[in-house]
């Protein structure tokens, strides 16, 4: 009988400053099925292509570099939000010997609270919520939505995802904390989300990336 254990990662890695070779080491050692990435610069776009037989990345200098990436065939396509679009990937069934059915994984970027002016902040980041919540409920179907929300349990951009969405670690137990202001302080805030519906959580964990200010968050996912 095939696992149908689906393991998904994300990780932001500071717009280039994460470390080539820690990047790789942890896609080495955590053999992820899908990785999205936020904040994806040239040089790691490079070690991602050479992981994965199948990659749609969008490398940038600005802080919206975003990329897709998996081991079997993925249909990848923009995803409209307020601000900074995010991606969405579609694994088939048909594709993945894991699956009987569809998976839809989404990356999104939530922009930074703390940019300024902070009123118009504060509509975008209600606007990426909403885009998220809006396009959820017009279709129910297996999917993990994850990345960067910027925003940790306490915020209320987070309870409106959690409201509608599973927070997969929360649920499997297993939330740990994935940002700190600086590299290598320890990791005081969890920022770095993954939430589902129509799978389950059956664990997380999250891994240190050289240069980043954000863990890597991995994610096992049982899709039945």
Known sequence: MVDKIVRVVTANLLNGRAAIGSLRRMLEREEPDVAVFQELAPAQARIVRRHFAHATLDPRRDYHGMGIAARHPIDVERFEMVH????????????WPQLDRDLEVINVHIQN?????????????????????????????????????????????????????????????????????????????????????????????????????????????LVE
């Not at 991606?87 to 069934?93: E, Q």
């Not at 993990?144 to 670690?169: F, I």
């Open 84 to 95: 900074r679009d995010g991606w969405k990937g579609l694994l088939r069934g048909a594709d």
């Open 113 to 221: 609270p703390l940019m300024r002016p902070w009123r118009e902040t504060l509509q975008n980041r209600k606007g990426q919520v909403s885009d998220i919540l809006d396009y959820v409920a017009a279709k129910r179907t297996a999917r993990v939505v994850l990345g960067d929300m910027n925003s940790s349990p306490a915020w209320r951009s987070y309870r409106r995802l959690a409201a509608q969405l599973q927070d997969a670690a929360a649920a499997a137990g297993t939330a740990r904390r994935t940002w700190a202001p600086v590299p290598r302080m320890p990791r005081l805030l969890r920022i770095d989300h993954a939430f589902v519906e129509g799978v389950v959580p059956v664990s997380t964990h999250t891994v240190r990336i050289k240069g980043s200010d954000h863990s890597a968050l991995v994610v096992d996912l």
